[in-house]
């Protein structure tokens, strides 16, 4: 099956920096989503992207659609305390009955 | 609105006991899906519906079991609760016959320990 790969799988950072996260597939996807889980609550949808080479930003993070539709990145500038979070990348292909698959998510810590 | 609503929160379970996850959502949304996710694992998905009357089996379904008798409710059923099922369940819902798909909204999340 269609399968999304994030690494590492924790992060650490500090306070001001940026980070830059990636997600990688075998299989083509249509549509690509960033989700950021606060601890204790469920995925917030954080970005959504619909075409090949799209950047779309919202506030201080960044992202982009693979050209090759294979990839996606996330970067997150600036960063505080409040970013610390388990973020997901999940792509959509297109078909009936097509699920969001979804990476296993990187861990993000940020030190003060 | 209130988005995705589950209940309960926390639970214990002994093992062999039985326990529904209530998942209820205002939107209006077609679809609904139940996740489970485990420490580094990820979302992994159990059970989905694509309206009401219609569910079908995801990645890991064996062990629970769901219904969809309104648009509204898609309620997670364990029987015989396992160790195995210790996890923190998820709910979401989407709307994919929309121009743009805007992904799926999630709950809170219930946290399951089994005993």
């Known amino acids: 099956g269609q399968q999304l790969n994030q690494s590492p799988q924790s992060m650490f950072i500090q306070e001001g920096e940026d980070v830059s996260m990636n997600c990688t597939s075998s299989?083509?996807?249509?549509?690509w989503l960033w989700y950021k889980q606060d601890p204790g609550e469920g995925p917030v949808l954080l970005i959504a992207?619909?075409?090949?080479?799209e950047l779309t930003s919202n506030g201080r993070l960044t992202a982009q659609f693979g050209i090759t539709r294979k990839d996606s990145f996330l970067n997150i500038s600036a960063s505080i305390p409040s970013d610390v979070g388990i973020y997901f990348c999940a792509g959509l292909s297109s078909g009936a009955n097509s699920k969001l698959t979804f990476g296993k998510g990187i861990t993000l810590s940020v030190r003060p | 609105n209130a988005g995705v609503t589950q209940t309960p929160k926390f639970r214990i379970l002994k093992i062999g006991q039985s326990m529904t996850l209530q998942c209820t959502q205002d939107m209006n949304h077609n679809y609904m899906y139940w996740y489970r996710q485990d420490p580094g694992m990820g979302l992994k998905l159990i059970y989905y519906?694509?309206?009401?009357?219609?569910?079908d089996k995801g990645e890991v379904p064996n062990g629970y079991n769901v219904s969809r008798s309104t648009t509204e409710d898609f309620p997670l059923r364990l029987e015989l609760a396992a160790p195995s099922q210790t996890s923190v369940y998820f709910c979401a819902s989407s709307y994919p016959d929309s121009d743009l798909f805007y992904g799926y909204t999630f709950g809170s999340g219930t946290r399951l320990t089994v005993v």
């Open positions: 299989s083509i996807f249509n549509t």
């Open positions: 992207l619909y075409k090949a080479g």
């Open positions: 519906s694509v309206g009401a009357g219609i569910t």
